[in-house]
């Protein structure tokens, strides 16, 4: 019965210990998407919509969404950005010992230097609203990455649509 037990215990741990993600993964480094990630005109991720670890980087996801976007040249939040962000906003109140990254990204188009600016405003948009529902500002970081990280790399009018976010991932 005592080895029964031990064995369980082993099996959950390693289990927990392969739904670990680093950084570079959730902020689009990998050069797609995977399933979960809300993309522009489909669907989006919902409550229960997997069997992540509890607060961790995948539960973000398949819970809340971990991503939203933009327009071109734009930094305001649409109806959808604000629906992704309430329920982000409702999973970091259910795990309050979580800390997050708000990454800015932008498509190819325009100077390194513009990006990287667009890119930190749609990282303040993101935290912001975050702010203003009650999530403290020790928990959220921003950062950009202008156009240096792009989720698609083709140079098309579907790929710069995906690159105009902003990511929200565990650190």
């Not at 998407?33 to 509890?54: F, K, N, V």
């Not at 203003?132 to 959220?140: F, K, L, M, V």
Request: aromatic fraction near 6%; proline fraction near 3%; include cysteine.
């Amino acid at each position: 019965m005592k080895t029964a037990t031990i064995a369980c215990l082993a099996a959950a741990t390693l289990l927990a210990a392969c739904s670990s993600h680093s950084h570079d993964s959730a902020a689009g480094s990998g050069g797609g998407t995977g399933a979960g990630y809300a993309q522009p005109g489909g669907p989006e991720t919902g409550a229960g919509a997997g069997s992540a670890t509890p607060g961790s980087e995948e539960d973000l996801v398949q819970s809340a969404g971990d991503r939203i976007y933009f327009a071109t040249d734009k930094n305001s939040l649409d109806d959808q950005a604000k629906a992704i962000l309430d329920r982000q906003i409702a999973w970091l109140q259910r795990y309050s010992q979580v800390n997050v990254w708000v990454a800015g990204n932008c498509d190819e188009r325009g100077t390194e230097e513009y990006n990287l600016a667009l890119g930190e405003r749609r990282a303040y948009a993101d935290r912001d609203y975050l702010l203003a529902h009650g999530i403290a500002r020790t928990r959220i970081e921003t950062i950009s990455y202008g156009k240096s990280r792009p989720v698609d790399g083709a140079s098309t009018p579907e790929a710069w649509t995906k690159n105009r976010n902003a990511i929200t991932s565990v650190r």
